[in-house]
């Protein structure tokens, strides 16, 4: 804290003399009144004002991406109705995660809740858009979910920003303000997903069943697990067993039920397992960079990571990314 005085002569002389120097005067202590007493405010609506021109970007966003996954629905799915009031009540969905009070079995319950909002999520696809396959279902699906994030991010920044605005709490808009560019660009990010997943475009998350996929190239392919497809493939001396989503789509089906058949079909005798998957790049890191480490690298709530987890340490196999 800080105190300036000064008297009206060493103010005065800051100015030129004449019939209008008192009117300075009193400009300047005037500016210097309102800054002591109301400063604060003033800094809150200069904040309130940015948060205001990003949420507006937000809600142009939102509103790009549920005008995409319409046309898209409309152009692949052939509705005979508008699906917009589908679309909208979509945008609405959520899923309530299991209690967590008694955390035993609750990865049980979280794969039923899953499984439950799959279904339902592909339901109200095929009813959206009856002329659509079923690889076309997945990437509609992924088109609409990407759109629900944006929905859920606009919301939850629009009530912040009203809240603030109405308790003209400083704490609750300063934090907003600091984090809004982080929220921006991961907005951006769904944004820029939505429109690969409605185009039928890959994505990052395609590296790991390209290489999966290169390596079972010409040798016979089954179905082991919900939308998993597996290859024994002989590689420099071995025996490979390489697993990779079905595909064509957006779908990642069921990796950890796949691993564990795979596991005990040979009665636990598996060398080492190698999972390759794509991971969020940190800012200075190249694109496309490749690194190597330790544990399970499947991303999702958790569920398929906690089976594979659960058969390596039955047999204490080694588990490479």
């Given at each position: ?221 089954r179905k082991i697990s919900k939308d998993c497809v597996a290859a024994t493939v002989p590689l420099e001396g071995r025996t490979a067993y390489v697993i990779k989503a079905e595909g064509p789509g957006g779908n990642v089906g069921k990796p950890g039920d796949a691993i564990k058949t795979i596991i005990e079909e040979n009665s636990g005798k598996i060398a080492s397992i190698i999972v390759v ?45």
């Open positions: 804290m800080f105190a300036m005085f000064a008297d009206g002569s060493q103010i005065a002389q800051l100015f030129p003399e004449g019939d209008y120097g008192w009117i300075l005067n009193v400009i300047l202590y005037l500016f210097f009144i309102v800054f002591i007493f109301y400063g604060q405010r003033i800094q809150m609506y200069v904040m309130l004002k940015e948060v205001e021109g990003s949420l507006l970007r937000l809600k142009y966003i939102k509103d790009e991406g549920r005008k995409i996954a319409i046309e898209t629905i409309k152009e692949i799915g052939k509705p005979e109705k508008d699906p917009a009031e589908r679309v909208d009540r979509f945008l609405e969905y959520f899923a309530i995660s299991p209690e967590s009070m008694d955390p035993a079995g609750i990865v049980w319950k979280l794969e039923h809740i899953l499984d439950v909002r799959d279904t339902r999520f592909k339901d109200e696809v095929k009813l959206m858009a009856p002329a659509a396959d079923e690889i076309q279902i997945n990437n509609l699906e992924n088109t609409l979910e990407a759109a629900l994030a944006l929905n859920y991010i606009y919301k939850v920044v629009r009530h912040y920003y009203i809240l603030g605005k109405r308790t003209l709490s400083l704490y609750i808009i300063m934090q907003l303000q600091m984090i809004l560019p982080l929220v921006m660009r991961e907005a951006e990010a769904y944004a820029s997903a939505l429109k690969a997943f409605a185009y039928g475009q890959p994505i990052g998350d395609g590296a790991g069943a390209l290489v999966a996929a290169k390596l079972m190239h010409g040798y016979e392919k998957d794509a991971a969020l790049k940190l800012e200075g890191e190249k694109p496309g960079a490749v690194a190597e480490g330790i544990g399970v690298a499947i991303g999702g709530p958790g569920v398929e990571k906690f089976k594979v987890e659960e058969s390596l340490l039955k047999y204490r196999i080694p588990i490479n990314a």
